[in-house]
């Protein structure tokens, strides 16, 4: 794919957002920045990315769907001809949801270990939490691991972190959950999480995990690895002026590096006061 990223404000949420997922284990897709022209004609910077179609193949899962808003099914992807597998797999992504409905407690921590891989669902939550990612709910995709029959995720579009609050679930989370440490609860087994003690507290020793594993070093290089990249790419004067193609400004590259480091900075601050909350 040819990411389009006159969404994403300077160009490096998604990158930069890619670059510390695959750091946690949860984005196995190649992605890169490049150019595009057309007869010669610079057609401005995007992100060339893997389908995710294309990990399903390699890793020869026999299903994956695309979450979309209240837990549907918005694609679902498997062998041509293979109806009976995909019904069956469809069937064991909505039992999370009717699990939900019908357990609790320890009972329902062991029934969701069964469907899907918890800890990676957490870190996935975990690190919306931290980049204060304002629309996900939707933007995660589901497969099957042949070797564990349970689903894994892949995350998908962060092009909207650092919002103060998110686009969806504000009220939820204002109403009930004031104190929890998810950032949307537009997500019902979100909601799920932040009610049940037992998955709430894996939750935060996943969340703990993760902050550890990107400590200030690690999304320090991230950024670095993202401003030298975006220097690169945008040295020669036509290919940033081509960004006017994408429904922007042309980029420039002294405002995205602004941002970038000022973000960082906020980020590495939201870090230390989460780690410390969790004290």
């Known amino acids: 794919n ?50 995710p179609q294309q990990t399903r193949n390699k890793i020869h899962s026999p299903y994956m769907l695309r979450r979309g808003p209240d837990h549907s099914i918005s694609d679902e992807y498997f062998e041509n001809g293979d109806k009976a597998s995909a019904k069956k797999y469809k069937k064991q992504f909505q039992s999370i949801y009717s699990s939900i409905r019908s357990l609790n407690g320890e009972a329902l921590a062991m029934q969701l270990d069964k469907i899907i891989n918890l800890d990676a669902y957490f870190r996935f939550i975990a690190f919306n939490f931290l980049v204060m990612n304002g629309d996900y709910a939707d933007e995660v995709f589901f497969y099957i691991d042949p070797k564990t029959d349970k689903f894994e995720i892949i995350p998908w579009d962060f092009d909207d972190i650092l919002r103060y609050m998110p686009h969806e679930g504000k009220a939820n989370r204002n109403k009930e959950f004031t104190e929890k440490k998810i950032f949307s609860l537009e997500e019902s087994l979100d909601r799920a999480i932040a009610g049940n003690d037992i998955l709430y507290g894996r939750y935060e020793q996943e969340l703990k995990n993760l902050l550890l594993t990107l400590d200030s070093v690690s999304l320090t290089t991230s950024a670095n690895q993202v401003i030298s990249e975006l220097e690169e790419i945008s040295s020669d004067p036509s290919t940033a002026a081509a960004s006017l193609f994408l429904d922007k400004d042309p980029f420039n590259i002294g405002d995205a590096k602004s941002d970038i480091l000022y973000s960082l900075d906020l980020m590495l601050k939201r870090r230390k006061w989460i780690l410390m909350d969790l004290k």
């Not at 990158?15 to 007869?39: A, E, H, K």
Request: with cysteine; glycine share 4%; aromatic share 12%.
């Open 2 to 51: 040819l990411l389009n990223l006159s969404m994403d404000k300077h160009l490096w949420h998604n990158r930069w957002s890619n670059i510390n997922l695959l750091t946690v284990g949860l984005f196995p897709l190649f992605n890169t920045y490049c150019t595009v022209s057309i007869n010669d004609n610079p057609q401005g910077i995007y992100l060339m990315i893997e389908k």
